[in-house]
């Protein structure tokens, strides 16, 4: 009961509520100490035209196989939550700016070459990611280093998308 309750049912990665409560309690602790922290914010580029050519029920086995691909890219210590429809976000604990580039590009690549299969048709899905850290960015709150991301995000997005963006 206890993992359904934290739990996306569609991915099988934290869900919202779960993730919130997480950020909040690792970055109290990250703010007392002198490890770093790093954030990513994964976007499914042109996503709608996915469900909107090719169904919801293709559209869910994506974003399925999405979630199996940052559960498998993600150490042990990561927390992978599923931020919002196709929007996903990673936790990188004692991770510094360098090693969330490196995460975040692995991902991206790994997104990127994964082909998804209707009956006969391949679809190549890409990713957009917006990155953000604790050292160098110094947010004041835990909102503050998601909304870090997010802009980062946002920049990858208006770039032509399928690229990792750090928060400047």
């Excluded at 559960?71 to 936790?91: K, P, S």
């Excluded at 990188?92 to 969330?100: A, E, K, R, V």
């Amino acid at each position: 009961m206890h993992e359904q309750a934290i739990r996306d049912e569609l991915t099988g990665l934290y869900n919202y509520r779960y993730f919130q409560k997480v950020l909040q309690r690792d970055f109290a602790l990250t703010a007392r100490g002198k490890s770093d922290y790093g954030c990513l914010i994964i976007d499914l580029d042109h996503f709608k035209k996915v469900n909107d050519n090719h169904g919801h029920a293709f559209g869910d086995m994506v974003l399925n196989s999405i979630g199996r691909i940052l559960r498998e890219e993600a150490r042990d210590t990561d927390v992978v939550a599923r931020y919002g429809g196709e929007e996903f976000v990673i936790l990188l604990p004692d991770t510094d700016i360098d090693g969330s580039i490196i995460i975040a590009e692995r991902i991206r690549s790994r997104i990127e070459s994964h082909l998804h299969v209707d009956g006969v048709l391949k679809k190549q899905v890409t990713a957009s990611i917006g990155v953000s850290s604790f050292r160098p960015h110094n947010p004041k709150t835990p909102q503050q280093l998601l909304f870090f991301a997010d802009k980062a995000l946002y920049r990858a997005k208006s770039k032509q998308r399928n690229r990792v963006v750090v928060y400047s």
